[in-house]
């Protein structure tokens, strides 16, 4: 395939009609035997980023992926547009293992996925050096340094392959990457001289909501009422709370399953392929589900408890809208999630460790707490500068009401004082409320001048002013001696009336925000009837192919047709993610579909 051009092999093959930002560059890159780091959102675009020079070099090109899911996504997603691609880990029976390989010596494959461990090998490096090599691909390179949220030690040693293949050009691929991280992934896996695209990390489809956490399952029940027959991912912090959160998903009627590393493997493949052949629609996992999953039309991401850095959350949130129509990314954010956290990270052997990572927790509070246009704040967060605000998170479309917080802030301030700076928030919430617990009461806080005088208020409202207060400097958390709040310098001209403050009334309700109504495909609205016909339609053949849907064609492709009603193969092969494989093969099923819906 090596005298097509890059352009009839990105249409023909996957159906695509021009490159996305870089994507050409870095192909060409490849192509010419250089060297490459790409830094690219999820949903960008990076596999065409190797998989088409790939076709266009002699010999296989081995891409290494962190997960078998991934590999077998992918895998299926290239077979389905006529590659040749292959996955080779320990999921494959010893027959199958030996087909792969008999495939990979007689050079029948374009593609070969494989896992770190497994590549290198002395048996399969052995292997691989007689063999042609088109190119290495390092997926989810950032595993490779300490500084990345997903650091995995298997992977600093394929920085072996630059000294034992030289020649043979090598791309490293990631989503998420501080500068830390670059330079970490560029000295480990021998990419010095590598050209780097920075494709940026905006995801402008996604829009985000914070909601400061008080009932979070309601909170989360009200959300999904927007969400219905739509796929979607729900990440708590532990195995119990995922496991309660699908029990109460499943009874209230949403077709929800639990996932987290404490089920057997068979459940979790289980569940894992459920959700991918969409007959579930919502996983509520911890962090152990998601990583390389590549579902295309996952249209919401909920974070019920607090992720541990921004890392995490981007790559998360990233999750959804991978085929760049319209989704939602809600955090709740709870004060006592910010304490736990922060307990464990202190638990910690290695101090260097713990810096870091206290670091990047500090940093999630930070976005949570702000108010300003938060993608800016997660842009920044990456070095990355939106010149305006976004227009498509909670505090662009409903920027928050402010209020004279200076009383409110001396009650709290005092009361932290009053109590001895010896007190958790907890505390100093009951007492300005006037609670009658137990230890209220054998403490004789109930004495204190502050007792109750802040009785009109909720505890949430409360816990959100001390919040501020502390992100804005004027109390600390001394994590190191049970999380309790002791005053600042910055405390004493507020205390004293010499100031004033102003701050932000919390958000606990998910507010009615503008709409976006349906993804507009071009200058087209698409037909909602005619989408989920030929939702239904692909259905249909993904289960007689054995393969997600998604894997058929996109929902951003389905849209496409529900716009534009192609009723032959010119005007279907026009259609953005329809190539000439998939033409022949399933072009006649959408096409009937959509001349049946015309006629009805």
């Known amino acids: 395939m090596s005298t097509l051009s890059t352009a009839k092999t990105l249409l023909d093959v996957f159906g695509y009609h021009e490159f996305r930002p870089q994507q050409q560059e870095i192909v060409d890159t490849l192509i010419a035997g250089q060297d490459a780091f790409v830094l690219m959102p999820t949903g960008g675009g990076k596999s065409l980023c190797y998989q088409i020079p790939a076709l266009h070099r002699d010999g296989v090109a081995i891409i290494v992926s962190p997960l078998i899911s ?7 997603a290239l077979v389905a547009n006529g590659v040749r691609a292959a996955f080779y880990n320990s999921s494959l ?12 010596h007689d050079g029948e494959l374009d593609l070969l996925y494989v896992a770190p461990e497994r590549l290198l090998s002395e048996g399969f490096l052995e292997r691989i050096k007689t063999l042609p090599l088109a190119l290495f691909a390092i997926d989810e390179a950032h595993c490779v340094s300490q500084w990345g949220h997903d650091f995995r030690p298997e992977y600093v040693k394929l920085g072996r392959l630059r000294k034992l293949f030289p020649e043979v050009p090598m791309i490293g691929l990631t989503a998420t990457a501080d500068p830390q991280t670059r330079g970490d992934i560029l000295e480990r896996l021998g990419l010095k001289q590598a050209q780097c695209f920075i494709a940026g990390f905006d995801r402008p489809n996604i829009r985000y909501i914070m909601l400061e956490k008080l009932k979070p399952f309601d909170q989360l029940q009200t959300f999904l009422e927007d969400h219905r027959q739509e796929a979607g991912i729900v990440y708590a912090l532990s195995r119990k709370r995922v496991e309660q959160i699908a029990d109460r998903l499943s009874a209230a009627g949403h077709r929800a399953r639990a996932y987290h590393a404490g089920l057997a493997d068979k459940e979790r493949k289980k569940v894992q392929e459920a959700f991918l052949r969409d007959d579930i629609e919502i996983v509520v996992a911890t962090v152990a589900f998601g990583m390389g999953i590549d579902k295309s039309n996952v249209r919401f991401v909920v974070h019920y408890d607090l992720p541990k850095n ?12 991978r085929d760049g129509m319209p989704a939602e990314a809600l955090l709740l954010f709870g004060y006592g999630d910010i304490v736990i956290s922060r307990g464990l990270i202190e638990k910690g052997g290695n101090p260097e460790q713990k810096r870091i990572e206290l670091h990047k927790l500090q940093a999630m509070v930070g976005y949570g707490e702000a108010q300003t246009c938060r993608r800016r704040v997660l842009l920044g967060y990456f070095g990355e500068r939106l010149e305006k605000d976004c227009g498509n998170c909670d505090v662009c479309l409903n920027p928050p009401e402010t209020y004279d917080a200076t009383i409110d802030a001396q009650k709290a301030l005092s009361c932290v004082f009053r109590v001895g700076q010896r007190f958790g928030a907890g505390h100093v919430v009951d007492v300005l409320r006037g609670a009658q617990t137990q230890r209220i009461l054998d403490l004789k806080h109930d004495q204190l001048s502050t007792y109750g005088i802040g009785a009109e208020k909720v505890a949430e409202a409360w816990n959100s002013l001390i919040r501020q207060l502390i992100h804005r400097g004027y109390l600390v958390q001394d994590v190191a001696s049970y999380s309790v709040l002791k005053l600042t310098e910055a405390a004493r001209p507020l205390l004293r009336g010499e100031q004033s403050l102003v701050l932000a009334k919390p958000r606990i309700r998910v507010k009615t925000l503008q709409k976006k109504g349906r993804p507009q495909i071009g200058d087209f609205d698409y037909d909602d009837d005619l989408f989920d016909a030929l939702r239904k339609c692909r259905k249909l053949l ?5 393969v997600p849907p998604f894997v058929i064609f996109g929902d951003a492709t389905l849209a496409e047709m529900a716009a534009k009603m192609p009723t032959d193969e010119a005007a ?18 959408f096409i009937n579909e959509i001349i049946s819906y015309m006629c009805r």
């Open 70 to 76: 991934l590999m077998k996504d992918q895998v299926d």
């Open 572 to 589: 279907m092969m026009a259609i953005s993610g329809v190539g000439k494989h998939k033409l022949r093969k399933f072009g006649s099923e």
């Open 542 to 546: 993904a289960d007689a192919e054995g």
């Open 310 to 321: 921004i890392e995490s959350y981007y790559q998360e949130t990233g999750r959804s809208g």
């Open 93 to 104: 029976k010893a027959e199958e293992s030996r087909q792969v390989l008999a495939q990979l």
